[in-house]
């Protein structure tokens, strides 16, 4: 087993006072894929964004510890959150097209990420790490100069993933990152994510609704309801013999073409839910 690299233990996140994720224990190791799946709401994103420091206004992280690299975080303030964020820490977010900045060139942008961590950076070195970065995700260096709106969305996803990796990050949170783009572009970006993370000996954490691609790309799984993390292991072994009533509930719910009653959606019942209601109760 590598190193362990993210280790986050008895986390609960509250907004004004009112716990949304409660208890999370989460650990992370140099190079794994983990999938971090479950329903909206379920506060994937919330536990994602705390591991950043990016919570929303409002929340915080009020019980428990996360450490990365030894280091702990809770409680980091934000003049050294910016020296690993970016640089040892990067994401990317679902939606490219909200995450870069409209009036900025895609090459400003991706330079800005280098000045952030380079302040002495020279134009030209700047000029090189945008070219060689944005000719890693398959944008040719020539469109530097084009503005976001110019670009289709699978071009601003791979904009967002050169930003993301450009100082060669120890861990990759994945918040959604496909699922504004169409099936065919999905698969295109997120082999490319899979590659560049390998490249650089990133770990990663996916965040999504897509059990196929967590299937495929993840090593590991985490399933999450209510705040709560309810089963995790191996991603084969979870997809192949889910222990947990809720697991059960949302592999069921992913519909078969070659089922004959696939003209039917299938969800997630309220037995299903009352067990998992009553399990994470329990705890």
């Known amino acids: 087993m590598s190193e362990q690299l993210l280790h986050a233990s008895g986390v609960t996140i509250a907004y004004g006072g009112v716990p949304v994720v409660h208890d999370v ?9 983990v999938g971090l799946v479950g329903e909206t709401g379920s506060g994937k994103s919330t536990l994602a964004m705390s591991l950043l420091g990016m919570l929303a206004r409002g929340g915080e992280v009020v019980a428990g510890s996360i450490a990365f690299a030894g280091r702990e975080l809770i409680d980091l303030r934000e003049r050294d959150w910016c020296r690993i964020r970016g640089r040892e820490l990067a994401v990317v977010f679902q939606d490219a097209g909200a995450a870069l900045d409209p009036v900025k060139s895609i090459g400003w942008q991706v330079a800005e990420a280098i000045r952030v961590h380079e302040r002495d950076a020279s134009r030209a070195h700047l000029r090189l790490r945008v070219a060689a970065a944005l000719e890693q995700v398959g944008i040719p260096a020539a469109r530097a100069g084009a503005y976001p709106h110019e670009l289709s969305g699978g071009q601003r996803q791979r904009v967002a993933i050169a930003t993301a990796l450009v100082h060669r990050p120890r861990l990759v949170i994945a918040d959604e990152p496909t699922s504004a783009l169409d099936v065919t572009t999905q698969a295109q970006t997120l082999r490319l994510l899979d590659d ?17 691609v967590v299937s495929q790309f993840c090593e590991t799984t985490v399933v999450m309801y209510a705040g709560r993390i309810v089963e995790a292991g191996p991603s084969p072994e979870l997809f192949a013999q889910p222990r947990h009533a809720y697991t059960s509930g949302l592999l069921r719910s992913v519909a078969a073409l070659s089922d004959p009653d696939c003209r039917r959606l299938p969800t997630i019942g309220e037995d299903v839910l009352a067990a998992a209601t009553a399990d994470r109760e329990a705890r």
């Open 196 to 212: 560049l993370v390998a490249d650089v000996g990133a770990a990663l954490l996916m965040v999504s609704h897509d059990l196929g």
């Open 25 to 33: 224990t989460l650990t992370l190791h140099a190079g794994e894929r």
